[in-house]
């Protein structure tokens, strides 16, 4: 086991309780909290269900296990190696009660690590799903990357309480497996993630391209720029933990006997895991202070626009300055038979252009640049992008529900 010392573990747990007073707030200024109700949402079914309750499950899940495993070494203390030295006791040498517990601990942390694991998988698969839509857009529930998701979800909660349950005899080594299992998939994941990233900025100029709405725009680039910063820190929340793991299996341990390198890894790992996780909230549940403060832009005039140049706007001729100059409708002299008959109006694009018993034109054609307009060939983005709000909140794509 990680000769890492309470202190150590009172940082995961720390860490662990603020992420879950912010989890609360956010989710409290987000929308009072209507998110996590069973129905919420614009795809309220078992797949967002699932993404939802897996991650509000795993953080309390987390605080348990660095809670727990803290007293537990609270109470256990330390054991003197050599005149200069002491360590934590090893947990071989633990109360046997003290080590049921433990065990207890190492599945409660194995369950939380495979339920954040899955809102991982499906990130990764949702941004591989939307980077290689083509002009057909597929259905993310009978998409490759969608069962991708859903064998990964099986693995995860079905291999990480197996190898918990499958190390339990040695309860010396039973945490390497689990950091090295866990580890590893963590830093596989991340590796797949960073393709994304490299691929996202192309995929944003042609979202933009495609005439989407800024706001959208705005969203997925907010989303790039947090990424990067978040695939750091999730770096920094597996690799040391990897580094604990294999030197934890090997027949010698210099990583995991000095209490200075057990403990600034494990440190390490928890500062990634929260930040980590703070920017997966923020990208889960984006927040829009706009809309929470209820500020509504001012809508535009829609009055017509004079075709007066400035000048002749602000120079009236002498005919418009004098009142008894001014003309009107009534005043000008009405056409003859003979000239009604022998003109005709012109094409207005066959709009409704008078009124019952007048010549006077009610809707002016649009003007032929704005026509162009419906010449332009349908947008190929998939509706995911044009009302993207975040991974997890998908439109509903049901024949009745096709935004």
Same mark, same amino acid.
């Given at each position: ?64 296990? &660095?809670?727990?495993? @803290? +007293? *537990?070494?609270?109470?256990?203390? !330390? =054991? ?6 002491? $360590? ?70 079905? &291999?990480?309480?197996? @190898? +918990? *349950?499958?190390?339990?005899?040695? !309860? =010396? ?6 950091? $090295? ?223």
């Amino acid at each position: 086991m990680s000769n890492g010392s309470w202190t150590a573990f009172l940082s995961w747990a720390i860490l662990a309780s603020l992420f879950l007073a912010f989890l609360l707030y956010h989710l409290w200024n987000y929308d009072r909290l209507q998110s996590i109700r069973w129905n919420a949402g614009r795809q309220p079914g078992a797949f967002r269900r699932l993404m939802i309750y897996s991650y509000m499950v795993s953080t309390p899940l987390f605080m348990v296990f &660095g809670i727990g495993i @803290t +007293t *537990l070494k609270f109470k256990e203390g !330390i =054991v003197v190696v050599s005149e200069n030295e002491v $360590l934590p006791k090893p947990a071989d040498l633990w109360s046997k009660g003290h080590q049921h517990t433990l065990l207890s601990l190492f599945f409660v942390f194995s369950v939380a690590w495979a339920l954040e694991q899955i809102s991982h998988f499906e990130e990764l698969a949702f941004w591989f799903f939307l980077i290689d839509q083509g002009p057909e857009k597929r259905d993310w529930f009978t998409s490759w990357e969608y069962r991708f998701w859903s064998l990964s979800c099986v693995a995860t909660i079905i &291999g990480m309480p197996l @190898t +918990t *349950l499958v190390a339990r005899h040695d !309860i =010396v080594t039973i945490d390497a497996w689990i950091f $090295l299992v866990g580890a590893l998939t963590s830093t596989a994941t991340n590796v797949l993630f960073i393709s994304v990233l490299v691929r996202f900025p192309t995929f944003l100029r042609h979202v933009k391209a495609e005439g989407a709405d800024p706001v959208v725009v705005v969203r997925l680039a907010t989303f790039y720029e947090l990424n990067l910063v978040r695939i750091v820190f999730r770096f920094l929340a597996a690799i040391p933990l990897l580094v604990l793991a294999i030197d934890g299996i090997r027949s010698s341990h210099p990583i995991n006997d000095s209490l200075f390198w057990s403990d600034t890894l494990l440190m390490v790992s928890a500062i990634g895991q929260f930040i980590s996780s703070l920017i997966t909230v923020m990208i889960f549940f984006p927040r829009s202070l706009t809309r929470e403060s209820g500020y509504l832009p001012r809508l535009a005039s829609t009055h017509p626009q004079t075709d007066l140049t400035p000048e002749f706007a602000q120079s009236p001729t002498p005919m418009q300055a004098h009142p008894m100059h001014r003309t009107s409708l009534c005043d000008s002299p009405k056409p003859s038979l003979h000239d009604r008959a022998s003109s005709s109006p012109p094409p207005l694009s066959g709009h409704a252009y008078t009124r019952s018993g007048s010549d006077i034109p009610v809707e002016l054609a649009r003007p032929p640049a704005l026509n162009r307009r419906s010449t332009l060939p349908e947008p190929i983005l998939h509706p995911f992008v044009t009302s993207y709000m975040s991974p997890i909140d998908l439109v509903d794509m049901s024949p009745n529900g096709m935004p």
